[in-house]
């Protein structure tokens, strides 16, 4: 019996040697254990994760330690540092302990998922750790903004403030490009100075505020602006959107710019007007009203436009006729054209002259008054 139960311990001694051997690991029990808080830690793709191990002797010797990973994915990367350094092997006194630093970046293209793998101490303890990947990882880049519509009038300007995040493993260049309506202006302004191209690092990101402005006739509705992130290796867009509510605004004024005139008391003048719609939107139903001097007339045709298209022009006639005993000199007219958003004044310096007829009468007079003074000269004069 005592043979056999000889042959049976010496026989499990073997298997025990020949699967340590084999493994390459042996028992915490050989005086070395590995410890950390964290054995399952869960991060998004592109993310790093720090380690603090101890490497602790429990037994009775000094042990040199080779400290290794094992089960890593081939495309991670790691540092295993202690005192500033990066080691492969630690020596440790009994009873004391010493602490590792572990550091593993996560690639951005990779699955979601749980990755396994062993920080080992050869032929004394390892260390199972978790680290899940939370999301599917990608090679791309990002272009995102918490608000891609802004709504103002034509003569607003239109800031976005946008992120573009490199989540490639490489240090990435972008050229900033746009595609807006024609005459629209954009402007990117990566890291607040404007320039058409941008560098970010590996899996960081870049602040670009992106400045648009219409043009200034731009009629109501709703725009698009595609805005592009590109390299040879990725890229990305982002579609930006303004509205234009439009703007009411509108010249009245005559085609040569003149807004001085003469007439003959009596008369009457006709005077081309110009309506013009410098705003976006359309106007409807203008009308025409005048401040006229006493007893003058004024009349328009039309005395209404129907509407009036955003920068298009209109004539209208005004018919001025002044009063017929007005006396000679400057009187001034004032003509509104003015609808339910928006109304434009001309104000017209009317220079009154006098008749010709009268101016003949006028003569008559003197030259009479003349000939009865050398009359009465002649007859009277003598005596």
């Known amino acids: 019996m005592e043979n056999r139960a000889s042959c049976s311990k010496a026989l499990f001694t073997f298997f025990l040697t020949l699967l340590m051997s084999v493994s390459g690991i042996t028992f915490a029990g050989d005086g070395i254990s590995l410890y950390t808080p964290y054995v399952k830690i869960s991060v998004p793709p592109g993310e790093s994760v720090d380690y603090s191990i101890d490497i602790k002797n429990n037994g009775s010797e000094t ?25 492969k092997q630690v020596s440790v006194l009994p009873g004391e302990k010493r602490t590792l630093s572990l550091k593993i970046d996560i690639p951005l293209n990779i699955n979601k998922g749980n990755y396994q793998f062993k920080v080992i101490a050869r032929n004394y303890d390892a260390l199972p750790l978790v680290i899940n990947v939370s999301a599917q990882g990608s090679f791309k880049t990002e272009f995102t903004s918490e608000q891609i519509n802004m709504q103002g009038h034509a003569k607003s300007n239109f800031s976005f403030t946008t992120r ?22 954009v402007i990117f302004k990566p890291n607040y100075k404007q320039a058409t191209a941008v560098e970010i690092e590996p899996n960081n990101t870049a602040n670009v505020t992106i400045d648009i402005s219409p043009p200034f006739n731009t009629e109501a509705g709703n725009y ?17 959107e303004v509205v234009i509510t439009g703007t009411f605004d ?134």
């Open 224 to 240: 698009k602006i595609p805005v592009h992130a590109s390299n040879r290796s990725s890229s990305a867009s982002l579609d930006l």
């Open 250 to 383: 509108m010249e009245l004024t005559t085609p040569s710019g003149l807004l001085s005139y003469d007439i003959t008391a009596g008369n009457t003048k006709r005077i081309e007007l110009a309506v013009v719609n410098t705003g976006s939107s359309e106007l409807k139903n203008i009308v025409f009203r005048s401040s006229n001097p006493v007893n003058w007339e004024i009349t328009f045709k039309p005395d209404t436009l129907p509407q009036l298209k955003a920068g298009e022009t209109s004539q209208v006639i005004a018919s001025i006729k002044a009063y017929e005993k007005a006396i000679p000199g400057d009187y001034v007219t004032t003509i509104t054209a003015q609808t339910n958003e928006v109304s434009s004044k001309a104000s017209l310096r009317i220079s009154v002259k006098t008749p010709l007829l009268w101016g003949w009468i006028g003569i008559f007079i003197i030259v009479a008054t003349l000939g009865i003074i050398f009359y009465l000269y002649r007859k009277y004069g003598r005596r």
């Open 164 to 185: 573009l995040k490199n989540q490639t493993g490489e240090k990435q260049v972008y050229s900033l490009q746009a595609s807006p309506p024609k005459g629209w202006t």
């Open 63 to 87: 042990r040199n330690v080779d400290i290794f990973i094992s089960g890593l994915p081939g495309d991670w990367e790691y540092t295993l540092k202690a005192g500033g350094f990066n080691i």
